[in-house]
């Protein structure tokens, strides 16, 4: 090989020698190559296999080495835990009647037991929190037709979605909302345009017993239909840039009791493929006279000891993944001043599919009022559908809304009449920030209609 | 110039053996040694769960969180392990079970601990030992490890009647 290099060099010179028009970059290349060949050779040519035995034994008995040293670290370790360990924690109890065979002394279970951080212990360090934190928020700019309105920009909620592991079978859950503006209950105003101000949206201490009976108390969103339980405060988990209309929160116009405090029973029926759910909840409802109190959500004094009641049952049936399909009623009876009690129900029914890439929603319900002493009943009905596919990091959405309140109505006369389409595309700029521009054509009883456009960032953190 | 260029070629051919990287000859000299079971997926519990076999659908529903607890007369709450993004494992399970990717992962348990369906959310460790001593500690968990990692401290459960090393057995894992 290396007469063979020599005379490719003798001949690369008489090449070189006979050809001068030789182009420079083949020269410099075998120039190059010839330069590192004889380092490259000499690798080669040096007994590799005796080098190679000679590195092997070396490593092998630098294993050997550290072999021993491990065995001597687990000795130790061993003999410390014996020391230490005259009380033995509840994990190596169990380990002991496990059923596995020779689960002691050996050097895996000194790691592991390392490891161990009993959870109890864990909950009373004062020094830690056991808090977990979630934000979400968005900024808007909105602007429409509609006589009086000016095109601006809004900061939107800003959601702290606070848990916290209690125990195995007790957790904390709460949102914390920060929100800006004047807060508007069945059409009456209050409050200033720019003042921000907290609301604690949810806030719940939730038992688990099993799959089949948990029980939560506190304050919660109501579980009418789909969507109100499904997004909560977060406008980046919605595709849209706003709710439906029909759940709206009670302090931006809706007309259901979006929130409740009292006591929730919820969990699965033994129903095999068909995948059933309950939910079970009794607890203040919402303010009748919420145009003359501070806040229509009950969070401390009911103005009445009646009590509402809501059971939702709903489906998720194995054969077709993503589909729930169910419905509720709930009850109430309102107490407004100067006016005889009202008897409220409202039914609702759902049907959706959601996929990562896919969504239809179709919800529709109908609120029932009915004043005591009165043969009439008044009749509110509403439904929205959303139909929106994911393309990439895009995601164009449709959506029709309806609801139709009577100008006579006794709770919300305000509402009347609104029905219109929105179109919207959604962008997910990152995982966690998503880009939406939504326009919205809003038909309205006796007024014209209005055409609004907006633009909203919307993130969580 | 003819004779330049097949001299170059002359000379990289001679030369390529020693420009290689060694790995790569004795890669190729000495395959890597494939361990039993190396590409098989188990889904392994606690040495006192009772559970032994679970069907592919109630695992879904266990591992996407729709079922909180093991069943009676046991009863713990489950806790799932993931191994952290970037493992082979981790990604056969998103594929096989969750059919997400991670985003979708990230997203349906942040939905469903935002809406309370999702009680816990996932445990992630770094690595198959950490798994392994996750779950040896907490009586109600459950996560995957390749069958090569498997040790006497963790439960390997049937999947539809099969353990992995049985034919039909659907977890598989890409080698590392």
Redesign the interface.
Known sequence: ?KL??AS?NQ??LR?KQS?C???RW??L??LG??G??PT??A??SEAPTASDSQTIQLLLQRVAELEAKVRKIDQLEARIKQLEGEKPAP?AT??V???????TNTP??M??SQ??MPAVAERMDLSKTLLRI?GFGDITLHGDDQKGDRTSFSLGQLDL?V?S?IS??F?F?SEIVFEGGPDNIYGVTRGQNNVFAVDVERY?I?Y?H??YFKL?AGRWHTAIGYYN??Y?H?TW?QTATDRPFLFNFEDRGGILPIHSVGLSASGLIPSG?LGLHYVAEVGNGRASRSPLTDEPVQNVIDEQSHKAYNLALFARP?AIRGLQVGFSVYRDLLDPLNSPRISESILAAHAVFTR?SFEWLNEALVVRHSPLGLSRTFNTPGFYSQVSKQFGSWRPYLRYQYVNGSDTEPVFPDVGLRHGPSAGLRYDAS?SVAVKLQYDYTALRRQNAVNALALQIGF?F | ?R???C??I???L??L???LPRGTLESAAYPPEEKPGERNLAIVVN??NPVENLST?ELRRIFLGE???WP?PY???ITLVMLEPGWPERAAVLSIIYQ??E??F???F??G????EV??SPKTLASP??V???I??V??AIGYLRESDV???V?VIRIDERLPDDKGYKFHVPLR
């Open positions: 090989m063979s290099v490719l001949a690369f090449d050809n028009s030789t182009p083949t020269c290349l075998l190559m010839l590192v060949s490259l050779w690798q080669q994990a169990a380990r009647s496990s059923p596995a065979p020779a689960q895996s279970e790691e592991t490891q161990e979630r979605f848990t592991d195995e079978k957790k859950l719940l939730e688990s099993n799959d939560a339980t499904a909560h977060s988990f493929r194995e990562p995982e969580t | 110039m004779l330049s260029c001299l170059c002359l000379v990289a001679a030369l053996p020693g420009v040495l006192n659908p079922r909180g607890h009676n009863g713990r709450r997400m990717s985003t979708e990230n997203n349906h942040l939905h601990l935002f809406t309370g009680f816990v030992e950490g392994r001593k996750f040896f500690n009586p109600g040790d006497k401290t439960k």
